[in-house]
């Protein structure tokens, strides 16, 4: 049985139940061929999440929600991280919608860039650990799980082509 808090630098954070989300299974078969084409930065934030490296957190790469696909989901904590790299220029309404979507289904959204986790992945960690202990600590920043925009803002990097 897994356990219901883990611990990032010294604050519990405890898992919560999400409801079943929406899939579209007419994406599956594109799913799995992104998990098999892995771009390079994914593949690299993979092998430092994956089985349980990162606080024992349990990552599903390429996870369909809805009618779009994750590139990262932690369904314990209902968040989706994006690793966005140039396939995101002009398309930044699409990737709002997107969000807005994922977001009205509960979960949080960590953007990173493709260069920040080639180059500085122990940075993108730190951020992402900050994130999980204001987003979800006990006793943090928000008790139900729902981020702040302030927070949103300082934990995520906005992809290429959006305002920051």
């Known amino acids: 049985m897994k356990p219901k808090t883990i611990e990032i630098n010294g604050v519990n954070i405890k898992k919560r139940s999400l409801p079943r989300l929406p899939r579209n299974k007419r994406l599956g078969n594109y799913s799995r061929e992104l998990r098999k084409a892995g771009n390079l930065a994914e593949v690299v934030f993979w092998k430092q999440v ?10 599903t790469r390429q996870m369909i929600i809805g009618n779009y696909i994750a590139d990262f989901c932690v369904r314990d904590l209902g968040l989706v991280v994006e690793v966005d790299g140039g396939s995101h220029i002009g398309k930044e309404e699409y990737d709002a919608k997107r ?42 920043g928000s008790r139900e799980g729902k981020g702040s925009r302030r927070s949103r803002e300082a934990w995520t990097t906005p992809p290429f082509g959006h305002p920051s």
């Open 50 to 59: 994956h089985k349980g490296k990162f606080h024992g957190l349990d990552f």
């Open 99 to 140: 969000d807005a979507y994922m977001e009205s289904l509960g979960l949080k959204i960590f953007r990173v860039t493709d260069q920040e986790v080639l180059h500085d992945m122990s940075g993108v960690k730190r951020r992402l650990e900050g994130l999980i202990v204001e987003e979800f600590g006990e006793g943090g």
